[in-house]
C-alpha cells in the first residue's frame, strides 16, 4: 500500500526542515562574519565628526571627559559594546559600529551610546 500523493513521506518532510533551518544558521553566520570584515575597510571615525562630538567619542575610552560625560564607568570600550561589529571583547584595533555607520571605530574607544554586550 502507498501514500497518498498529497500526504509526503514525514522522514521528507523532517529532512526538509532541518535543510532550511540550516541554510538560514548559515546564512546568519555569514552576515556576521562579513560585517566584521567589512568593518576593517571602512575609514575610521574622527573624535571632530559633528555625530562623534555629539555623543562624545573619545578613541581612547581613558580620555573621556568625566565631568561632561557622567556614565562612563572605568573599563568601558567599545571592543565591550552591544553596537561595535568586530570581534567581542577585541582588545585593539578597529571594527564598524552600529552608531556611527559607515566608519570604523577604536575598539579601545567610547562614546555615550556604550550599551555593554550581554
Known sequence: MSLPKNNPNPSRRSF????AVAASAALVGLGARSARAAGANLPHLSESDPLAKSLGYQSKAK?????KFPTYKPGERCGECRFFQGTPGQKSGYGG???FAGYSVDSDGWCASFNARS
Open 97 to 99: 559600529c552600529q552608531i
Open 16 to 19: 526538509l526542515a532541518t535543510a
Open 63 to 67: 580620555n573621556v571627559d568625566k565631568s
